[in-house]
């Protein structure tokens, strides 16, 4: 949407949100390694968790776009505005380079969920040594159902959208995700996201997967996967041997807003409060302009 190119716009987020960058520096023994580009809700934290436990530390997930400490979100923000709202003087394309991601993603050797998803072409050109896995759910009617349930239903949450406005990090994580990158991510730029995931989710969803196959074309560099098949074919991709312990099975649907409600809390208290100090504010002003008005008729 033009709204986010707009100098006011970009007055909010350079001054009044301001948040001052933090550059991560990829150390030259830690490359990138793994890049799993299937997009959210396709078992991306449980394959984080899996990555984890064969040694690649950090993976990073979406959630850590949000929710790490010293987090990043306009770093983010900015990538997504490059990718998803191009202006003219653009070329009418989008090239991002292994130090513009390694500034975000420094310190990981592994990258799952939306920062892989939603720049999956991009990603993969910037690490072309890195293995790349599209990870999808085995059934695209209840991949597209868990979409809804999940980013749809915090698309419509008024009180995060009315807290986003009173809190910086709010601010940042709204933007990120539900204003850009997932308006970005299913093609919906300038309408409601509901209407974008029910509409476009599932032909985007090929689309993606179809994309990434045509751009990975060395042997050995692509696997794809689903949470259905474990360990084996992942382990043997990797070249890493098969834990002793089940797959792991985390964030599912019923923990997901619990996750979302249990992060957020914090934020949410800092925009009451700075909602509150406001409204007082505001009642102090209007009652001091009152009483000098008052007392100049008075005279």
């Known amino acids: 949407m033009a709204l986010y190119n707009t100098r006011l716009w970009l007055f909010l987020e350079d001054y009044v949100y301001y948040q001052p960058p933090r550059p991560r520096v990829r150390p030259k023994d830690r490359p990138m390694q793994v890049i799993c580009v299937g997009p959210p809700r396709s078992a991306t934290e449980s394959l984080q968790h899996a990555l984890l436990k064969l040694g690649y530390e950090h993976t990073y997930h979406g959630w850590d776009v949000f929710f790490e400490e010293a987090h990043n979100m306009r770093g983010w923000a900015k990538l997504a505005r490059r990718k998803f709202l191009g202006t003219a003087d653009s070329g009418g394309d989008c090239e991002i380079t292994a130090a513009e991601f390694d500034a975000l993603l420094g310190h990981a050797v592994a990258v799952c969920d939306v920062p892989a998803s939603a720049f999956a072409a991009e990603i993969i050109k910037a690490y072309p040594e890195a293995k790349v896995i599209i990870n999808k759910r085995s059934n695209l009617e209840s ?49 409601s996201l509901d209407l974008g995931i029910m509409g476009n989710g599932k032909w985007v969803y090929r689309e993606h997967c179809a994309m990434v196959k045509g751009l990975v074309r060395e042997e050995g560099r692509l696997l794809e996967w689903s949470v259905e098949e474990g360990w084996e074919p992942l382990c043997s991709f990797l070249g890493k041997d098969v834990p002793a312990e089940p797959f792991p099975h985390v964030n599912l649907a019923a923990g997901f807003h619990d996750r979302v409600d249990r992060e957020t809390r914090a934020w949410m208290l800092g925009a009451v409060r700075n909602f509150t100090i406001g409204v007082a504010l505001v009642a102090i002003t209007v009652t001091l302009a009152w009483k000098v008005s008052a007392f100049g008729s008075a005279e």
Request: charged fraction near 15%.
């Open 143 to 191: 991949w597209h159902a868990s979409i809804e349930k999940n980013i749809v239903a915090t698309e419509h949450s008024w009180v995060l959208y009315l807290a986003s406005w009173f809190q910086k990090d709010f601010f940042w994580a709204w933007t990120t995700g539900q204003r850009i990158v997932f308006p970005g991510l299913f093609r919906c730029m300038g309408q």
